[in-house]
């Protein structure tokens, strides 16, 4: 299964630090790319930064048209969940989206930043609300991928990290690799 996250509507200078923040949330918790609808030079390249030092294999990419990017991936046998809080209780439908993408499905969380157009709710196969008060995209992305993978991406390694992070009962532990 590979796991993409669609941002809508970034919006430059004013979105970049949270925009920031949900790729490398996106990317810790267990998705295998990004994907924005506009070029952000600093925000790609804080994630290829992270990637480098931190390992992994999580791609930075910017589509023109994300209704055709989304409608190719459903043709392509992928599920579409919108992540809004007009949605269906992640509690009640996330053993339904998990026994879905049992069957080869790759998924695209669709998160936005501003007004997500109705198109959105309409290409989404679930709109899945993560509470029912305001709160952050951040948020939202990070309570969605921990319920799909169990937890079980919270304290990955990658072969490949120059830094790693040894979980301590009382100092900082970290192995630098060269």
């Known amino acids: 299964m590979v796991v993409e996250v669609l941002r809508l509507g970034h919006r430059g200078e004013r979105d ?3 925009s920031t923040h949900v790729a490398l949330t996106a990317r810790a918790l ?3 790319k990004i994907i924005f609808t506009c070029e952000d030079n600093h925000v790609r390249e804080s994630v290829n930064r992270i990637v480098e030092n931190w390992g992994g294999d999580f791609k930075f990419e910017v589509v023109d048209s994300w209704k055709s990017y989304v409608k190719r991936f459903k043709e392509n ?15 009640k439908t996330i053993d339904n989206i998990k026994e879905n993408i049992k069957t080869d499905k790759n998924i695209i969380i669709i998160i936005g930043a501003e007004k997500v157009p109705k198109e959105a709710y309409e290409l989404a ?40 992070v040894m979980p301590s009962k009382k100092e900082k532990f970290v192995i630098l690799e060269k």
């Open 77 to 91: 046998n992928g599920i579409v969940v919108h992540l809004t809080m007009y949605g269906e209780n992640i509690n």
């Open 30 to 32: 267990g998705a295998d």
């Open 16 to 18: 970049k630090r949270i």
């Open 125 to 164: 196969d679930y709109n899945i609300s993560i509470g029912n008060q305001p709160h952050s995209e951040v948020a939202a992305i990070a309570i969605f991928l921990d319920r799909l993978f169990e937890g079980e991406t919270l304290y990955r390694d990658y072969d490949d990290a120059k830094i790693k």
